[in-house]
Structure formats: structure tokens, C-alpha cells
């Protein structure tokens, strides 16, 4: 990880000053992203947290990747835990001066990490049974939500990019959509804690996507606009991740 450390210019703040506590890579990740109403999430939030906008929308995040070579600090990867796919459902909020993304839900083809997570990282974690499939640079990717006694959410689609490699500007869109640096929990009483995590800027790519199934947003209560979402492809990045702490 000492490569990835090194760069930091294009981080909005500096890197936490306490060792790192895990590493993983995400790869063949999909963004999508669609605007809604900041009157449709804002009830989804704590209080403390403020929505983030983007001209006076806010925007609702889909990520389906795969999350690969995890292991904590110090040691290898696990045989057979250190790989799975995992589908986030965001939105972007702030505390502070910290931007970050607070996460709808988590689903992922792990039960020991959905566990763990949920545990030591206060996030909605769900088990699910899940399928990536790749075929050159096309991916198709199938999930269930299996966990007892949530509300179910499937996601079945294909995608693969259509246009050619950028970096998201500052002050645009891709930009305040993919830049993030932390993220934001709730545990049980309620408090407030950040997670900061780093890596390279991304590099993504436009996309183009067969979106069969998407009940994700319905699980939220949510209902996605009829327009189509702003799809990214992204290039794979090495994350080292942070133990969680309050927020003053």
C-alpha cells in the first residue's frame, strides 16, 4: 500500500495520521446514478448529516463491483473470504467540512463480512446471493437478497463502456459523484462516526448498460425517475480503509 499512500495531492484533506486497519481492491465497478428530489432522501438521513447537492439535485448511487484481495493489516488474504461481489445503494452527504457518502444499503455474496461489517462498521449490511460474470470487457451481474427479515431487493444487469478514459473534474458532476473520501455510519444510540478511506483518482469511462431488474430503490421507499442514469465504468483501485471514529 506504501504506492497508494503516496499520492494525496487530490485528496480534499490529509490522510489520517492512524495506521490503516484493512485492504481490498474494488474492481469491475458500474456507476449509476440518478437525480431525485433532496425531498426524497433527506428523510433517509440523520439530522447531523447534511445532503449534498449537485445544481439543487440530489443524487441517488447503484454500485454493483467486486471487492477482492481484502485482508486486514499485516496479514495475506483469506482463502475464500477475501473475494465477493458486493452492490451499494448511496447517497452523498457532509459533516462539516468532510464530504462522503452515506450508504442505503450493502448487499454482498459474504456472510462473515456482512457481519463483520455490520458489527464493527455500523452499516446496513445484507446477505445476498450473487453472480459476476465477465466476458472480455462486458460484465454481467446478478444479485438476491437472501438476509432474513429484510426488505428484498434484485438487481440483474449487463454493462460494459462505451467511451474513452477521463478523470472527473473538480466542481463537475463525475467529480462529486466518485471523489469521496469517507464515509458516514450511525451506530446504535445514533452517533455519527466517519470511516476515511484512500486511493488513486478514479478513471472512468462512460457506459452502457441492459438493466433488467432493479428493485434496489424500492426496498428505500424510493421511486427513480424516468430518465436514464448517468453510467460509469471505473478502472480498478486499491483501498486502504480506516477504523471508524465519532464526529465531534
Known amino acids: 500500500m506504501r504506492d497508494v499512500l ?28 440518478w437525480p431525485l428530489a433532496p425531498s426524497a432522501l433527506r428523510p433517509l438521513l440523520p439530522r447531523d448529516l447534511e445532503l449534498e447537492t449537485f445544481d ?25 473470504l477475501s473475494f ?9 452527504v457532509r459533516h462539516g467540512d468532510a464530504p462522503g457518502v452515506w450508504f442505503l444499503s450493502l448487499d454482498a455474496a459474504s456472510r462473515i463480512a456482512v457481519r463483520v ?7 446496513p449490511y445484507f446477505d445476498a446471493s450473487m453472480r459476476l460474470r465477465r466476458d472480455g470487457e462486458r460484465v454481467t451481474y446478478r444479485s438476491v437478497r437472501t438476509h432474513a427479515g429484510a426488505p428484498s431487493a434484485d438487481f440483474d444487469a ?6 474513452d478514459p477521463m478523470r472527473g473534474k473538480p466542481g463537475g458532476l463525475e467529480h462529486f459523484l466518485t471523489e469521496r473520501y469517507c464515509l458516514y455510519a ?10 476515511d478511506i484512500h486511493h488513486a483518482p478514479w478513471t472512468i469511462r462512460p457506459a452502457e448498460a441492459e438493466i433488467r431488474t432493479n428493485t434496489m430503490p424500492e426496498a428505500h421507499g424510493l421511486v427513480l425517475p424516468d430518465v436514464a442514469p448517468l453510467l ?3 478502472d480498478p483501485v486499491r483501498v486502504p480503509t480506516w477504523p471508524l471514529r465519532p464526529v465531534d
Open 6 to 33: 503516496a499520492v494525496t495531492n487530490h485528496r480534499p484533506w490529509p490522510l489520517p495520521v492512524r495506521p490503516w486497519l484493512l485492504a481490498q481492491t474494488w474492481r469491475h465497478l458500474l456507476f449509476m446514478h
Open 56 to 80: 439543487g439535485e440530489a443524487w441517488l448511487g447503484i454500485v454493483p463491483f467486486e471487492m477482492a484481495w481484502v485482508r486486514p493489516r499485516a496479514l495475506p488474504p483469506i482463502p475464500g
Open 84 to 92: 465477493f461481489p458486493e452492490l451499494n445503494v448511496r447517497t452523498y
Open 117 to 123: 461489517a455490520r458489527r464493527l462498521y455500523h452499516l
Open 158 to 163: 449487463t454493462w460494459c463502456p462505451s467511451g
Open 186 to 195: 450511525a451506530d446504535a444510540d445514533g452517533r455519527i462516526h466517519r470511516g
Open 232 to 234: 460509469h465504468v471505473a
